[in-house]
């Protein structure tokens, strides 16, 4: 059995990709990442891959502010699809993915998420949650379809909110949590896929 190849798609920090990273380095994962995409060019994700040894590019979206043009996505799938990617992994990726990329990757996409979806789909789920006055928040790692946060869920974590939290203090509680379920979640699609756990 060999193990998952992997593809990364980001657009802020990458502190996720560091989790999957750190995760195969102390064997808790058998996977290998081997490739890193962000549609922003100073992303620190990309430096990241980089430092790892990771072949890391800039996708260029033609100055679309927020949407991901078909032709662009067309080439995200190739660029995928030519590094020999089983999964793509989507890690603080800002733009909504559609049929190139599904298609081609048809039940092969996750992401991760900082709320317990259904609850608080969209931006700055950690901010929804407070807003809302709830006491408990958390993280979901779930397949991707057309929707946006929609798919089928894989692992999810709980997460409590204090009275004093604010978004910053939230968001990093949350994502101590998206550090430790990612790669379980990988680990769980990778063994259902039939590759080396
Ligand atoms: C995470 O909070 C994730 O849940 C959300 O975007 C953030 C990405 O953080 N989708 P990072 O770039 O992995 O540090």
Request: hydrophobic letters at 45%; charged letters at 20%; aromatic letters at 6%.
């Given at each position: 059995m060999r193990k998952i190849r992997i593809g990364v798609l980001g657009s802020g920090s990458?502190?996720?990709?560091?989790?999957?990273?750190?995760a195969i380095r102390s064997d808790l994962l058998q996977a290998e990442?081997?490739?890193?995409?962000s549609d922003v060019a100073?992303?620190?994700?990309?430096?990241r891959a980089k430092d790892?040894?990771?072949?890391?590019?800039?996708?260029?979206?033609?100055g679309n502010k927020n949407r991901f043009p078909e032709a662009v996505q067309q080439h995200v799938a190739d660029r995928l699809v030519d590094a020999g990617v089983d999964l793509v992994c989507l890690a603080g990726f800002m733009r909504l993915?559609?049929?190139?990329?599904l298609q081609r990757f048809s039940e092969r996409i996750i992401n991760i998420h900082p709320s317990l979806l259904p609850h608080?789909?969209?931006?700055?789920?950690?901010?929804?949650?407070?807003?809302?006055?709830?006491?408990?928040?958390?993280?979901?790692?779930?397949?991707?379809?057309?929707?946006?946060d929609t798919g089928t869920v894989i692992l999810q974590a709980k997460?409590?909110?204090?009275?004093?939290?604010?978004?910053?203090?939230?968001?990093q509680r949350i994502?101590?949590?998206?550090?430790?379920?990612y790669p379980q979640a990988v680990r769980l699609v990778a063994a259902r896929l039939g590759f080396a756990v």
């Open positions: 990458g502190s996720n990709l560091q989790a999957l990273l750190d990442i081997v490739l890193v995409l100073d992303a620190r994700i990309l430096q790892a040894g990771i072949p890391a590019e800039w996708i260029d979206c033609f993915i559609k049929s190139p990329i608080f789909p969209g931006l700055e789920a950690w901010k929804q949650a407070l807003d809302a006055g709830v006491t408990e928040t958390g993280c979901t790692v779930h397949f991707v379809d057309e929707g946006m997460v409590p909110i204090h009275s004093d939290d604010d978004s910053l203090s939230l968001h994502q101590q949590q998206e550090h430790l379920i």
